[in-house]
């Protein structure tokens, strides 16, 4: 078993920027991913953004690109998601993943395949 906590979320105005950390309780496989995921009210959950453990290959929703960037820290089993000129569509609640099974690949955002959850953290951006 994995856990995953979330932190770094909060209010923002439209074009400010925020920095989501995520912790995991333990090392996991060289073979994952890990993903942020995000829930805006009334919306199904959406990958925005993963990052593989070995190399570091990185996938984006096409609404954050270049915007948000995703790293991960295998020392300190973290990965951060940084966000820049954020907008009022970005209000979410934000949810860290992990994928203990992944490949490289345009399906590193597909939240069926992720299989350990974090609580999440709120990002809310007013315009």
């Known amino acids: 078993q994995v856990q995953l906590v979330e932190s770094g979320g909060g209010s923002v105005q439209a074009g400010g920027s925020l920095r989501l950390s995520c912790v995991l309780s333990?090392?996991?496989?060289?073979?994952?991913?890990l993903g942020w995921f995000r829930q805006g009210p009334g919306l199904e959950r959406e990958g925005v953004a993963a990052v593989t453990i070995d190399e570091g290959y990185t996938n984006y929703a096409d609404s954050v690109k270049g915007r948000f960037t995703i790293s991960r820290d295998n020392a300190k089993n973290t990965v951060d998601l940084q966000m820049n000129s954020l907008k009022p569509e970005d209000t979410a609640m934000y949810v860290c993943?992990?994928?203990?099974?992944?490949?490289?690949?345009?399906?590193?955002?597909?939240?069926?395949?992720?299989?350990?959850w974090g609580q999440g953290t709120q990002v809310t951006v007013s315009s």
């Open positions: 993943a992990a994928n203990t099974n992944c490949r490289a690949g345009a399906w590193m955002l597909r939240r069926s395949d992720y299989n350990y």
């Open positions: 333990r090392l996991i496989s060289a073979k994952a991913c």
